[in-house]
């Protein structure tokens, strides 16, 4: 009898001492075990060994894991997944940013100048911008990002884009959104993808419609209106925005329009954009 209540006992403590290994290695994993299971075979790429570049940014589309070790310079710490966005769930450690950026007016297009086209009547043939930095203060984990413009009076013509770190947050026309194949779940802006497009993509059912980065509430006037300008984005939806961020050292806000043919074109009158970034910086 007593050699079986020995034998039990000991098996008692096996699978005890088997749960609790079990346990220890999910709750204790190193960052990169748990990134490279939650980035996949992509994660792997990323790998010590190999040198990482935000060249290798790659994951599946419509997929919001990001192989966030591959940004070169972002803190292993705060990597992994919703690691990153920890501190934005905890309001003791938020900051607010709230800066205007004021985007000048402007107006006509530099046709058949640098890579712009020549003049082609509803063709985009040319595009100028502006771009104004945030103060955001080095090494901050952006949460929330809201822009807002103080009165309803902005105007565009022809179309207008709005990036940060060249990453689309807004097109006025989804129809030339499209265009931009995601990366990481973000557009990244490329002249060459739009360039010589004909006004035609951003016509029938959605035109007027605007894309606006994970934000489906955003407003942005018509073309060649006057109105209210609102985005505002969560950035956990989109974790590699808050990524570049980190790895830039930096927030460049461009507006970017675009113009086919006439005089008056790429203008956009003064975009007074009220900035409100929320953040907690990385200790
Ligand atoms: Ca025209
Ligand atoms: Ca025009
Ligand atoms: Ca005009």
Redesign the pocket.
Known sequence: MKGYETMIRLMGIAITTTFLVSCGISSFKSTKEIETEEGGADAAKGGEDLPASSDDLVVDEGDNAVDLEAIDGVKQEYVVGTALFEGCKDPTKIQTLQQNLNFKERQDCSFGMGDNLPIKNNFVTARESQTIKADLPPDSVVCDIRMESEQADLHY??FLFITLNNDILVASEVGFGDLFAPVNGLKPWDWEKIKGKPFSLAQGDTKGVPYCLNDPECKVPGHDMVGAFKYSVDIEGVPALAAKVINQQSMDFTVIAT????AG?CDHSTFNLNLTVEYVPIP
């Open positions: 013509d022809d113009g086919d043919d006439n074109d």
